[in-house]
């Protein structure tokens, strides 16, 4: 008989993965010693690991996308001090050599019958499933917002089909109001919401326009930022800079023939409608589609398991990292980098029936991103 082999389905946030050896499925099933769904920053961490101890062929990689984006760098893009070809790859030159990857996007979870269903149709069985699909952009929740963004002076850093724009924008910009916005959700990368808006303040200065532009952030948190510990210096930056912040206020819809931005406060469930002219959004994220309401998330539809080994709560062979879980931590690469080591060690463990070791301590909590 065949030994079952790994499945690893990789990051679908950005719905990118990419193996050395990819397969097209011919028949309609195949069967793995592991399987990871997701070819993002996690994905691509644990099925390198688990690849190495496990040998070739043991895991699978399901992921639908061909490009890989190393995304904490469209900051950087966004204030024109990287270019956007920097931050990708082809996903078969950074998928491990000795993975098979399968490309195509997983429709839905069986883990009662320890398997995965494809959109096309196809069965992947697993004795261990990883779950790392990321977090997705919900543009479509602000009304106006999926139309505006990338144009009318509206961008956002966290799509690469519009983060060269915030660059563009910025040279374009000669004066009026310029806004920064974080959502009523979780996130990935909390701080950069900020980033862009000190980076922007910066360029600002250095064409001597800075006295021209007024710039305002708006942030459905209470807080400039959910870590105490970097809160009050945070807010001590904002005011030397001079800029203006407005906290409970989360963005409801974009007017773009008008350049209008309309906040609800939180509180008040008062409206406010402020000019823009130029504004770069956060938009608001949520857990992948495939996973809300499926048998692993839970009641926010998030992946549900142990915020210390990352073992799923209720399926012993099933385990979730990075941005699609519910452990209470930031959702950032750092985060991921951290979980990474915690899930191999454990997973492993697990595979030979011995004691769970490996502990997540977390970098941040929720609240922070």
């Known amino acids: 008989l065949e030994q079952p082999r790994l499945v690893v389905i990789a990051d679908s946030s950005m719905h990118t993965t990419a193996v050395r050896r990819s397969i097209g499925l011919a028949s309609n099933s195949s069967s793995y010693r592991v399987v990871v769904v997701g070819g993002g920053a996690g994905g691509q961490a644990v099925s390198w690991a688990l690849s190495r101890k496990l040998g070739k062929g043991a895991v699978g990689v399901i992921e639908p996308a061909t490009v890989h984006y190393y995304q904490p760098m469209w900051t950087f893009v966004g204030a024109g001090a990287k270019r956007f070809e920097e931050s990708r790859r082809n996903m078969a030159d950074v998928m491990a050599s000795r993975v098979d990857w399968i490309k195509a996007a997983v429709a839905e979870f069986r883990p009662e019958k320890n398997c995965v269903v494809t959109q096309d149709g196809k069965t992947i069985s697993y004795d261990y499933l990883v779950v790392a699909l990321g977090i997705q952009l919900d543009f479509g929740k602000v009304k106006g917002l999926a139309e505006a963004v990338g144009k009318n002076c509206v961008s956002s850093n966290y799509c690469p089909d519009t983060v060269e724009m915030t660059w563009k924008y910025l040279q374009d910009l000669k004066g009026g109001n310029a806004i920064f916005t974080f959502p009523n959700t979780p996130i990935k990368c909390a701080g950069a919401p900020q980033k862009i808006m000190y980076l922007a303040d910066d360029l600002l200065r250095k064409k001597g326009i800075r006295k021209d532009v007024d710039i305002s952030y708006y942030s459905a948190l209470p807080v400039i930022f959910g870590a105490k510990k970097y809160a009050a210096t945070l807010g001590e930056v904002a005011k030397r800079k001079g800029i203006n912040l407005n906290f409970r206020n989360h963005l409801v819809e974009v007017k773009a023939d008008s350049k209008e931005a309309i906040f609800e406060n939180l509180d008040t469930k008062e409206s406010k409608t402020v000019k823009y002219d130029f504004m770069h959004v956060t938009p608001p994220m949520s857990p992948p589609d495939v996973v809300k309401g499926s048998p692993l998330s839970d009641c926010g539809g998030w992946v549900d398991v142990d915020k210390e080994t990352l073992q799923h709560k209720k399926y012993s062979n ?40 490996g502990k997540v301590f977390g970098r941040t909590d929720r609240k922070s991103g």
């Not at 979730?320 to 454990?346: E, F, W």
């Not at 997973?347 to 011995?354: D, P, S, T």
Request: aromatic share 4%; net charge positive; with cysteine.
């Open 318 to 357: 099933v385990f979730g990292i990075g941005d699609c879980t519910n452990v209470p931590t930031s959702k950032t690469a750092a985060a991921v980098a951290g979980q990474a080591g915690v899930l191999r060690k454990n997973l492993l463990a697990y595979m030979k029936g011995l004691a769970m070791t």
